[in-house]
């Protein structure tokens, strides 16, 4: 699973980072569910003074998710030649 992260700063003025944000597909079944769990994730940090400046979008995901859908989003996929 490729990942990637965003950084940004808050209305106080904080820098935000949050990582582990799955890379997907605009065809996969997960991919509406992401965007819109991450749209709301970014926008109550963006929101609220933080004591801490990184957040794992995956630990959130693992609260807000049914198990079997995370572990089938999360799973591992082998890439051909280490593409």
Not at 37 to 60: A, D, M, Y
Request: glycine share 2%; hydrophobic share 35%.
């Amino acid at each position: 699973m490729l990942c990637k992260s965003l950084e940004f700063k808050n209305t106080f003025g904080q820098k935000i980072k949050v990582t582990d944000i799955p890379v997907l597909d605009s065809n996969n079944q997960y991919y509406f569910l992401v965007q819109v769990r991450l749209q709301r994730f970014v926008s109550l940090l963006n929101g609220q003074h933080q004591e801490i400046s990184s957040h794992s979008f995956r630990e959130h995901l693992k609260r807000k998710m049914n198990w079997v859908e995370f572990k089938e989003l999360y799973s591992i996929q082998v890439f051909k030649n280490n593409a």
